[in-house]
C-alpha cells in the first residue's frame, strides 16, 4: 500500500487499489470479504467504469446493479453530492424507485422500462462526460480527487 500511495499519479492510486479490491472480492461476488472504506472505493470505481462503457444502461445490466442503492450512500460518504443527485434521478426510474439487488428481478424490470427510461438516462450519462454546455460547470463531482481524498483519510482500511 505504500508503495501504491507514492504512484506520481493520483488516479493510477485509485486504478491500482481497485485491482486489488476487484481480486480481493472476485469482482464483487465476495464483496463481504471487503471492509465498509474497501466496498465504497470499489462500488463507485464500479459506477465510474459502467458509465464511461456504456451509460447507466449498462450500469444496471451489469452486477454494478446490485449496489444501485448503496452507490448513492457511497458516494455521499466522499462527499460526492452532487454526482449522488444523478444516480439518485436514475434509479428513481425504477418502481418507487427502488433498484431491485438481485439481476434477474433487476433485469426483468429494466425490460419493462427502458423504452421509458434509455432517453432519460442518456441525457444523465452526459453529466458524467463533460461540462454543461451552457454553464461549462461539471454536473458531476471530481470522483477521483474525491476518491484519493477518501482513500489518503482512511488509508489504515486499505492495507488490510
Known amino acids: 500500500m505504500e508503495k501504491v500511495m ?3 499519479r493520483e488516479n493510477m492510486i485509485v486504478m491500482e ?3 486489488y479490491l476487484n481480486k480481493k472480492s472476485k469482482y464483487g461476488k465476495e464483496i463481504e470479504k471487503l471492509n465498509s472504506s474497501q466496498r465504497i472505493l470499489l462500488i463507485i470505481e464500479n459506477l465510474e467504469r459502467e458509465i464511461n462503457n456504456g451509460g447507466f444502461h449498462q450500469f444496471y445490466w451489469n452486477s454494478s446493479g446490485d449496489y444501485a442503492m ?3 450512500t457511497a458516494l455521499k460518504q466522499i462527499g460526492a453530492i452532487k454526482t449522488a443527485r444523478v444516480v439518485k434521478k436514475a434509479n428513481d426510474q425504477f ?5 431491485p439487488e438481485g439481476r434477474d428481478e433487476r433485469s426483468e424490470i429494466l425490460d419493462l422500462i ?5 432517453e432519460y438516462w442518456n441525457t444523465l450519462d452526459t453529466k ?4 454543461n454546455k451552457e454553464s461549462g460547470e461539471w454536473e458531476i463531482d471530481d470522483l477521483p480527487n474525491l476518491l484519493i481524498k477518501f482513500i489518503k483519510a482512511n488509508k489504515g482500511d486499505f492495507e488490510k
Open 6 to 8: 507514492q504512484l506520481e
Open 17 to 19: 487499489i481497485d485491482t
Open 70 to 72: 448503496e452507490t448513492v
Open 95 to 99: 418502481p418507487n424507485g427502488f433498484v
Open 114 to 118: 427502458s423504452k421509458k427510461s434509455s
Open 128 to 131: 458524467f462526460y463533460g461540462p
